[in-house]
């Protein structure tokens, strides 16, 4: 029987799409695949949001696919003109782009002759890339090397996601959070005296604007859950010092 | 009389947190930036987000920095640990990092000698590096050559970004879009065509999943108005032959 490949521990995403970058469309998919990859413990490490243009979408491609396990690219795979990252993937990798059979039967005996252009584009994948196929849509995404390739529409997005999930991660993190009503500043020092002691929990501070009074949240997160929890209680005991004080 | 710097034309916005690649948060400030800069007519070329790790802010800040015209920075200037992009500006500039007087000056006023290490920690800025001071918060952002550094809380990213907008951008864009009930695969060679003949002005094509039928929108935006007009009303041609087909 062969052995399953490892799976990714280190994962980018790249997102493809001159409507993120003009403010017109808030970005989604990134920060759905985020909440996935963490909640499976495989380390998102960078997202790059890159426009409709092949040459930046190859070089952001290849910076982040020879840096990390893997890429999960968001966008531009549409029968449009503006639609270029199947394109982009290919030339990355010097093969060619050429019909996938099963996805143009599936077309033809959906439309019959009536396959335009258009969807025949959309049947394109890098030559020996596998087809993302998920409920949402029946053209396909592609996974080639360590690169997965998805649609921009959310909800397609999220369905081929589902579809190679358990190739990524290992042993999930898990998030807690504290409520605090102290000043960053005063608990600067010690926080970061408890982030030296339990170097495996990754501890942060996030603050919010709360009129004249201070509040956030302490935010921590491990895979060791046991670890998560003593360091908590290490964080409670703090806050609770300063508040007595 | 000095004549003013040229406007930055093009400009890369680099997110620094670990909350936003864990999934905890979803992004809001380059959204909010994306925004203004379209507005303002100012390309913005890439958005990058990377972790709360020095070298990996460096990294990044050095490619961008040396490629656009501008980058802002979002997050990681507050009090604790993981707050460390002043220290990695500072590095990537190769300057040192200082207390800035006129903000010790005003957190001296404010708190008396009761100026904790935090808040000391907070009024570092790059040498020479300008204060960006906005009504939101008093601890200053940095201006350094063409760098931006911002706070990741966004009602004080939002605050600080106002401060410096006229340093970007020239002639605003304008964006108008239409609703189109036609599956995109029947008039994208259509539409690539228009494209063509306004290649001053961008034409996207964004397809939703609504049921069974077809919907989405193409959205058009360009600098020139009179531009704009003419593509809109040559796409809506193009929509109208279909749909009475």
Request: with cysteine; glycine share 8%; net charge negative.
């Amino acid at each position: 029987m062969p052995s399953s490949p490892p799976l990714h521990q280190t994962v980018a995403i790249l997102v493809i799409g001159n409507e993120v970058l003009s403010g017109r469309t808030r970005e989604a998919n990134a920060y759905l695949a985020a909440q996935k990859m963490f909640e499976r413990g495989c380390k998102l490490s960078e997202i790059a949001i890159v426009p409709d243009i092949k040459s930046d979408i190859i070089n952001s491609l290849n910076r982040l696919r020879h840096h990390y396990d893997a890429v999960i690219t968001s966008g531009g795979i549409g029968p449009t003109h503006d639609d270029i990252t199947m394109d982009a993937i290919a030339e990355s990798f010097g093969i060619p782009l050429l019909e996938h059979q099963a996805t143009m039967d599936k077309l033809l005996e959906r439309f019959g002759k009536d396959v335009n252009p258009g969807r025949r584009r959309m049947a394109r994948l890098p030559e020996n890339a596998e087809p993302i196929i998920c409920e949402s849509s029946f053209m396909p995404g592609a996974h080639i090397g360590n690169v997965y390739v998805l649609a921009g529409v959310p909800e397609i997005f999220a369905s081929q996601l589902e579809t190679f999930l358990d190739a990524f991660g290992g042993t999930p993190y898990i998030r807690h959070e504290i409520d605090v009503n102290i000043p960053e500043s005063l608990f600067a020092k010690d926080l970061q005296d408890i982030q030296t002691q339990f170097s495996d929990v990754e501890i942060g501070s996030y603050p919010k604007l709360c009129g004249k009074n201070a509040c956030g949240k302490i935010c921590l997160s491990a895979q060791d859950e046991a670890r998560l929890y003593q360091a908590k209680e290490v964080v409670n005991q703090m806050l609770s010092g300063m508040s007595s004080a």
